[in-house]
């Protein structure tokens, strides 16, 4: 082992020049941090290059307390965490005012090697940050010393909680596209079906990534329906209260993974009796780098026939955002009244407790419908004259 001796030791962020940073205290958000260290082999003038490991042995620590370490890789026991690892949230703040700044702006010295750290807090205030070593003779060194003056201020801000606050979020509503699929039943028919989609996107920085919670992974489970078309569905369910309306209009609520393949076919087989329908449609999907996207996926059908769609089903949906800092917003999805429409509200709900709940799923089924046999009768014959194949 060689037994060397520090020449210089300082902390910067970003460059030797800025002294000062801000970050949100959402524990997830890191700003980079520098040290730059220079030694020599002791009692020479021969320079003397830190390993990787003897460079990871560079500590940071609270400058109004030096032997008081910041928490590392991990190790979250304080409210300061460093880490030789960026995560995903290592972008800095477009702008940052100076909250603090060392009185000796550091130069660097001959040799000088750069380890670099990314430091997150979870705190809302001002922390003063030096870096701290131990020399193989057991000597510490660190920045509060005379010689090395030099430390960093990080700001701790309040994190962003995104709501459902016009100021905070908004949802766009817009008109995809619409087609036909095709059913039997006394001939041969193909129905119109279309697609809304619906963007759901941040106004203070951009979308990062979401969490979503509760809806159909894999086509079946919904408990009643079972087709890998019904991947990423959230609802399943007649447009209007089937016992006071002859409307057999099937909507099929959806919600995308980022990156889901677009187009994709989305819908459902059903079989009853003398009635087939195949009720599919390639639609579009996520279009929106920056957004989240939900889609209602609306199927016109026979009147008086909602019965062949059999049990209807919604999850409680749920979803967390990120932006590009992690800040976050919690957020369940519900639909409107007439069951034509998604629906954000705000949520309570947390990552720490989606493991421990059961997922939520309502069911109803499909009771005939009370409307005038007649009119049902004529509306029947009105939907074939328009959609006979």
Same mark, same amino acid.
């Given at each position: 082992?060689?037994?060397?001796?520090?020449?210089?030791?300082?902390?910067?962020?970003?460059?030797?020049?800025?002294?000062?940073?801000?970050?949100?205290?959402?524990?997830?958000?890191?700003?980079?941090?520098?040290?730059?260290?220079?030694?020599?082999?002791?009692?020479?003038?021969?320079?003397?290059?830190?390993? !990787?490991?003897?460079?990871?042995?560079?500590?940071?620590?609270?400058?109004?307390? @030096?032997?008081?370490?910041?928490? $590392?890789?991990?190790?979250?026991?304080?409210?300061?965490?460093?880490?030789? &690892?960026?995560?995903?949230?290592?972008? !800095?703040?477009?702008? +940052? $005012?100076?909250?603090?700044?060392?009185?000796?702006? !550091?130069?660097?010295?001959?040799?000088?090697?750069?380890?670099? #750290?990314?430091?997150?807090?979870?705190?809302?205030?001002? &922390?003063?940050?030096?870096?701290?070593?131990? *020399?193989?003779?057991?000597?510490?060194?660190?920045?509060?010393?005379?010689?090395?003056?030099?430390?960093?201020?990080?700001?701790?801000?309040?994190?962003?909680?995104?709501?459902?606050?016009?100021?905070?979020? +908004?949802?766009?509503?817009?008109?995809?596209?619409?087609?036909?699929?095709?059913?039997?039943?006394?001939?041969? #028919?193909?129905?119109?079906? +279309?697609?809304?989609?619906? #963007?759901?996107?941040?106004?203070?920085? !951009?979308?990062?990534?979401?969490?979503?919670?509760?809806?159909?992974?894999?086509?079946?489970?919904?408990?009643?329906?079972?087709? @890998?078309?019904?991947?990423?569905?959230?609802?399943?369910?007649?447009?209007?209260?089937?016992?006071?309306?002859?409307?057999?209009?099937?909507?099929?609520?959806?919600?995308?993974?980022?990156?889901?393949?677009? @187009?994709?076919?989305?819908?459902?087989?059903?079989?009853?009796?003398?009635?087939?329908?195949?009720?599919?449609?390639?639609?579009?999907?996520? *279009?929106?780098?920056?957004?989240?996207?939900?889609?209602?996926? &609306?199927?016109?059908?026979? @009147?008086?026939?909602?019965?062949?769609?059999?049990? *209807?089903?919604?999850?409680?949906?749920?979803?967390?955002?990120?932006?590009?800092?992690?800040?976050?917003?919690?957020?369940?999805?519900?639909?409107?009244?007439?069951?034509?429409?998604?629906?954000?509200?705000? +949520? &309570?709900?947390?990552?720490?407790?989606?493991?421990?709940?059961?997922?939520?799923?309502?069911?109803?089924?499909?009771?005939?419908?009370?409307?005038?046999?007649?009119?049902?009768?004529?509306?029947?014959?009105?939907?074939?004259?328009?959609?006979?194949?």
């Amino acid at each position: 082992m060689v037994d060397w001796e520090v020449l210089d030791l300082s902390i910067g962020t970003s460059n030797a020049y800025q002294q000062s940073a801000q970050l949100y205290a959402n524990g997830r958000m890191q700003v980079l941090v520098y040290v730059w260290i220079s030694v020599q082999i002791k009692g020479t003038n021969q320079l003397y290059n830190l390993s !990787p490991d003897e460079l990871s042995e560079i500590a940071l620590v609270d400058y109004n307390d @030096p032997y008081n370490g910041l928490d $590392r890789d991990g190790d979250m026991r304080g409210d300061w965490q460093y880490s030789e &690892k960026p995560g995903e949230y290592a972008l !800095p703040l477009p702008s +940052s $005012r100076v909250v603090g700044a060392a009185t000796d702006l !550091p130069q660097l010295a001959r040799g000088s090697q750069t380890q670099k #750290y990314w430091v997150t807090t979870t705190a809302q205030e001002n &922390k003063d940050i030096a870096a701290s070593i131990y *020399q193989p003779d057991g000597t510490l060194v660190n920045t509060t010393m005379a010689g090395f003056e030099s430390r960093i201020t990080l700001e701790g801000l309040t994190p962003i909680v995104y709501t459902t606050d016009k100021e905070s979020t +908004s949802v766009e509503k817009k008109f995809i596209k619409q087609g036909t699929y095709h059913c039997d039943w006394e001939g041969s #028919y193909d129905p119109y079906w +279309s697609q809304d989609n619906y #963007y759901f996107s941040l106004k203070q920085f !951009p979308l990062h990534k979401v969490e979503l919670h509760w809806y159909d992974r894999t086509g079946h489970d919904n408990g009643h329906d079972n087709d @890998p078309c019904l991947v990423g569905a959230v609802a399943k369910q007649l447009q209007h209260d089937y016992q006071v309306s002859h409307s057999a209009d099937l909507n099929v609520f959806f919600i995308w993974e980022h990156g889901t393949k677009s @187009p994709t076919k989305a819908g459902l087989y059903r079989q009853s009796g003398n009635i087939t329908i195949n009720a599919y449609a390639n639609i579009e999907v996520d *279009q929106r780098e920056l957004a989240l996207c939900l889609t209602r996926l &609306k199927f016109h059908f026979f @009147p008086g026939l909602g019965e062949i769609w059999g049990t *209807q089903w919604t999850f409680s949906t749920w979803f967390i955002v990120y932006d590009i800092h992690g800040n976050s917003g919690t957020f369940e999805v519900t639909l409107s009244e007439d069951h034509d429409s998604v629906v954000i509200q705000d +949520s &309570k709900r947390s990552s720490a407790i989606a493991s421990s709940e059961k997922e939520s799923i309502s069911k109803q089924e499909i009771k005939p419908s009370l409307h005038d046999k007649a009119k049902v009768e004529a509306a029947v014959e009105a939907f074939k004259e328009k959609y006979k194949a």
